[in-house]
């Protein structure tokens, strides 16, 4: 059968969290496995993805965007899901862009297993919107095009333009011909936003940071639950909400 719906979730803090939730969200994808295809959508590389998928109750994914929307990979080979992701890049140089957030004090560069050629992170703790205002002008003003994302009070990435989590997976909607309305996407923090103004189906957790709590349209459904039980209750709605009338209801197991 025809995957229907896509669904995209993060990891940290969305699916993970919880384990008890996860453990029923589990249960019910191995339901629904045929209907709904599940990506992740993460910080995280596809290396750490494949380890928490081997440690916890996740289930395996079709694919994975990692590294915040730095690369897109087929799940289990771990292979580049399509040459065309994430196109070409202009305005990019990582040794340019560090020796610039050198001279900022506040801002600790992340271990190089949280790096990639495309994203470059750091840790800094409570940063004000004006210190990420004065570190976007100045890498403007030296020639570099970037996306600036600022998640969970703590983690700065640094994303070349036009790549995050939303273009990915605005990318891979495209690619496998869903539609918008067809697609669920679910985040808890910053790195999450760009999923969220695409036209696709929102779902917050009630654990999410504020600025997700903020988000407020009829295309975003807040969950009174958190994690993987605000995941599993937001999908829900969502496919409650597409289901083709009775009658012509293809299989609802
Ligand atoms: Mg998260």
Request: hydrophobic share 35%; aromatic share 10%.
């Amino acid at each position: 059968m025809e995957s229907r719906s896509l669904l995209i979730s993060d990891l940290d803090g969305t699916l993970l969290g919880d384990d008890e939730s996860l453990e029923k969200f589990s249960q019910w994808y191995a339901h629904h496995r045929p209907e709904v295809r599940l990506v992740y959508a993460t910080g995280r590389l596809f290396d750490s993805v494949v380890q928490a998928i081997e440690t916890t109750a996740l289930p395996e994914p079709y694919a994975v965007i990692g590294g915040v929307g730095a690369e897109l990979r087929r799940y289990p080979d771990g292979n580049s899901l399509t040459e065309a992701w994430p196109g070409r890049i202009s305005g990019w140089d990582r040794k340019g862009i560090i020796s610039i957030l050198s001279r900022y004090g506040g801002l600790l560069m992340q271990p190089a297993e949280f790096q990639h050629d495309l994203k470059l992170s750091y840790y800094g703790y409570c940063l004000t919107s004006d210190f990420l205002t004065g570190i976007r002008q100045q890498l403007e003003r030296a020639g570099f095009r970037t996306e600036i994302i600022y998640s969970s009070e703590r983690d700065l990435d640094i994303m070349p333009a036009g790549v995050d989590k939303g273009s990915a997976a605005v990318h891979l909607a495209g690619k496998w011909n869903f539609n918008a309305n067809e697609v669920i996407v679910a985040g808890d923090t910053g790195n999450d936003a760009s999923m969220f103004d695409r036209g696709f189906r929102g779902v917050v957790p009630a654990n999410a940071h504020e600025k997700l709590q903020m988000m407020h349209s009829q295309e975003v459904y807040h969950s009174m639950y958190p994690h993987a039980a605000g995941v599993l209750d937001g999908v829900q709605y969502w496919l409650n909400r597409t289901k083709v009338p009775a009658g012509n209801q293809m299989s609802d197991s």
